[in-house]
Nanobody, 117 residues
């Protein structure tokens, strides 16, 4: 089992920045990739960014490319999503997820990000 705890959400003005964190605990050795997914009211869930367990491979949705950066701190077993130049359309609940060997997937509880003036 893996536990994921997100933090860092909140209210920010358009153009502002926010950093989300995801602390992983439990049997984390089986994690081979981590990601951030978001879901806005009335919209489908969107995979925003992913990073491999080695940190050598990242990917981003076109909607956030150039504005968001996913990273990891192995020593703290923590993953981050640095969000810059935020837009109102970035408003959503953001979920941390972990891809695990054997095809399992774990999810955090979600953190609300609201971009509004």
């Amino acid at each position: 089992q893996v536990q994921l705890v997100e933090g860092g959400g909140g209210l920010v003005q358009p153009g502002g920045s926010l950093r989300l964190s995801c602390a992983a605990s439990g049997s984390i050795r089986g994690i081979y990739a981590m990601g951030w997914t978001r879901q806005a009211p009335g919209k489908e869930r969107e995979l925003v960014a992913t990073v491999s367990s080695s940190g050598g491979s990242t990917s981003y949705a076109d909607s956030v490319k150039g504005r968001f950066t996913i990273s990891r701190d192995n020593a703290k077993s923590t993953y981050y999503l640095q969000m810059s130049s935020l837009k109102p359309e970035d408003t959503a609940v953001y979920y941390c997820n972990a891809d695990y060997v054997g095809g399992r997937k774990f999810w955090g509880q979600g953190t609300q990000v609201t971009v509004s003036s």
